[in-house]
């Protein structure tokens, strides 16, 4: 993996996910899921930040109307009646966590799905920094995971869905995604995998 050309791709990593009060914590069933999910990939990003890897965070801002999902069903029609990720909320801001990181962290803006590349100008800041590996973290791991990780395969990335860095709704779901879904057109690997891929080789 050569970080000079990899991107590792934050989606979801806002309050309405990830704070404790956040308004759709809870469709992750598993308890401390969404707690390890967060502590992994902090302890990712540190390392990733000390290489040349690009870090962009695609987070999910709605308008008061919610008019992008006027006919939204399933977890979209959630967001819409629950009011999450409405802009100017604080449920839509950034996590202080990867707040911490100041401008190592770049944004690109727009997402209103699942799939972070509609919407947003992400194709062209990759290919803008010729970024060919996209490494994906965030949530939900069968949602916007899963289909901003098959835009990426389909516009010719390779793509590597980081195991312990996304969350699903429930444990099945988790293991039957990394298992039997993300391998059809991903590697699946953890951020411990990751981190020794990018530690600098020893000299004996």
């Known amino acids: 993996m050569d970080p000079k050309t990899t991107a590792m791709i934050l989606v979801g990593y806002q309050n309405d996910y990830f704070a404790a009060n956040g308004i759709l914590r809870g469709v992750v069933e598993e308890a401390n899921r969404v707690d390890r999910t967060l502590s992994n990939t902090i302890e990712l990003l540190k390392c990733a930040a000390e290489t040349e890897m690009a870090l962009i965070s695609?987070?999910?801002?709605?308008t008061s109307d919610y008019r992008a999902m006027a006919e939204s069903e399933g977890i979209l029609g959630t967001i819409k009646e629950s009011g999450a990720?409405?802009?100017?909320?604080?449920?839509?801001?950034?996590?202080?966590e990867l707040l911490?990181?100041?401008?190592?962290?770049?944004?690109v803006n727009g997402k209103q799905g699942f799939n972070a590349f509609s919407n947003t100008e992400l194709d062209r800041v990759l290919r803008a920094r010729n970024i060919h590996h996209l490494l994906l973290a965030g949530m939900i791991t069968s949602l916007c995971i899963d289909s901003t990780g098959r835009a990426a395969y389909e516009r010719g990335y390779k793509v590597t869905i980081i195991s312990d860095c996304v969350?699903?709704?429930?444990?099945?779901?988790?293991?039957?995604y990394c298992q039997n879904i993300f391998p059809l057109y991903s590697d699946v690997l953890d951020s411990k995998q990751l981190i020794a891929k990018l530690a600098p080789p020893t000299v004996s």
């Open 85 to 96: 990720f409405r802009a100017g909320s604080s449920g839509a801001d950034t996590i202080p």
């Open 167 to 176: 969350s699903a709704r429930t444990p099945g779901e988790q293991d039957f």
């Open 58 to 62: 695609t987070p999910i801002i709605l």
């Open 100 to 107: 911490a990181f100041g401008e190592r962290i770049d944004y």
